[in-house]
């Protein structure tokens, strides 16, 4: 536990209520209430100032990395690289369209902290991950005196997400501008999207009129193509489709692909931007971590950059039928130190975790990975426990946080997290563990 937890729970246990209740008591705009509120933490999780922004440094020179291994490892050949991570030709053909060649710098590194250093256990590449309105939690907080006081002391600081991810949009759609002053952007999900993730998205849109900007909701249908080109949302005139669908969405729905060959020729034409461009999905496959791991691979890499890989990333391995069978005797015999994950999976859905499992059960994972191809094994990280004091009971309870680190081409855009007890299980997600908590991050010197 750091120091800083300590002395927060120390002081709500002293009976200081203000701080106890501060999360409780923080007005929060009524969008984010809606969507988060009932998930919050009782308190804020602290990270070290310098310690994050070295890993943050680290990311950077990790998606570096990452958009080089077409070209490094094979000749620049999209597809072999894309067969080797496990994507399917349909898949590939889709993430190139509309694209550059190299995808724009933007995502969540989602990692724990083992204690001694942050270890990254997936880069999360693209517009469509979440949490960019999470900032909001620390403005609230900031509102309650005693939390402000707390944060004063200690000389707490964080970076507004929200603010960050603005100053990008605004930039990546002046070229399509169709006026004067801010852009016009449609948060657009896929087809029956919005049903489920509407709340998550208004919180967004709230986010961003925050931050002056005008953000529309819709799906990937209700979109118009204007007669010069340019896209529309119920007639109004977007200079950026601001991306909530995956090219799987898109595969899934069987008029996806033709329904978004508009946003391909938009973005193309110069008329409004896709922000950002599905081959994104080429990099945040975690099977493209596995092969900066794989130790075939290291003569591809420098001295600074195989330092940097041991550095951040935990032994990670591809399974597919034709892996060598070491490797896949080698899984089963790291029961108790490995996970199982899909390569293009979120949430921790379809996860496998070896030291939850019984052998039979580990067993048939493994045997099932291999048979489907596409799944990565991954080395455990063990996360530093924090308590939480809650203040509806008074108890103490050990929490551990996945830590969602933002970056952007201008560097690092703040922190989020996730957070479960400890003895809740591995996987720290709201997809597959209801009882997962939101929590705003604060940085201490």
Same mark, same amino acid.
């Given at each position: ?21 501060a ?8 969008a ?13 999780? !602290? ?18 990395l =990452?958009?080089?291994?077409? =070209? ?34 933007f ?29 909001? !939690? ?66 967004t ?52 692909? &033709?329904?978004? &060959?508009?946003? !391909? ?28 791991t794989?130790?075939r ?54 996860? !496998? ?16 990975a291999? &048979?489907?191809?596409?799944y ?13 004091y809650d ?41 597959s ?13």
């Open positions: 536990m750091t120091d800083l937890s300590r002395i927060y729970v120390d002081e709500c246990l002293g009976g200081n209520r203000g701080l106890a209740e999360v409780a008591r923080a007005e929060l705009p009524p984010f209430e809606e969507a988060w509120r009932a998930h919050l933490l009782p308190r804020p999780w !602290f990270v070290s100032a310098p310690e994050t922004a070295a890993f943050a440094r680290d990311l950077e020179g990790l998606f570096d =990452l958009v080089s291994l077409p =070209l490094r490892l094979f000749d620049g050949d999209v597809d072999r690289y894309a067969a080797e991570v496990g994507i399917d030709p349909p898949l590939a053909s889709l993430l190139r369209r509309g694209g550059s060649g190299v995808p724009v710098k995502g969540r590194a989602d990692a724990h902290h083992d204690g001694t250093a942050y270890r990254l256990l997936e880069f999360n590449l693209g517009s469509e991950v979440g949490g960019v309105d999470m900032a909001v !939690f620390n403005q609230g907080l900031l509102r309650v005196p005693a939390f402000a006081e707390f944060a004063h002391v200690h000389r707490l600081d964080h970076v507004d997400i929200a603010a960050r991810t603005a100053a990008v949009l605004r930039d990546r759609a002046e070229p399509a501008l169709s006026g004067g002053g801010d852009p016009v952007i449609g948060l657009i999900e896929g087809r029956g999207g919005v049903a489920p993730y509407g709340r998550l998205m208004r919180a849109v709230e986010a961003m009129a925050d931050q002056g900007i005008d953000v529309r909701i819709g799906e990937i249908d209700e979109v118009r193509t204007r007669s010069d080109g340019k896209l529309t949302l119920d007639g109004t005139p977007l200079d950026l489709v601001l991306r909530n669908f995956a090219a799987s969405q898109l595969l899934d729905d069987p008029a996806g692909p &033709e329904v978004a &060959e508009q946003f !391909f020729r938009a973005h193309q034409a110069g008329r409004t931007v896709l922000f950002t461009s599905l081959e994104s999905g080429f990099y945040s496959n975690k099977s493209a971590l596995a092969l900066l794989d130790p691979r290291r003569g591809s890499f420098d001295a600074e950059e195989r330092a940097l890989v041991d550095r951040v990333l935990p032994w990670s391995r591809t399974l597919h039928a034709s892996v060598p069978a070491g490797l896949v005797d080698l899984c089963r015999e790291r029961r108790d130190r490995l996970i199982l994950k899909p390569g293009a999976g979120y949430g921790g859905l379809d996860t !496998f975790v070896g030291w939850e499992c019984t052998d039979a059960e580990w067993d048939k994972a493994v045997r099932l291999v &048979e489907r191809g596409g990565v094994a991954q080395e455990r990280v063990v996360p530093r426990p924090e308590r939480v203040p509806t009971t008074g108890d103490v309870d050990d929490w551990i946080a996945a830590l969602g680190v933002f970056l952007t081409d201008e560097g690092y855009a703040g922190t989020h997290a996730r957070a479960n007890r400890a003895d809740g299980g591995a996987i720290v997600g709201m997809s563990n209801p009882d997962t908590r939101m929590v705003g991050v604060f940085s201490h010197p």
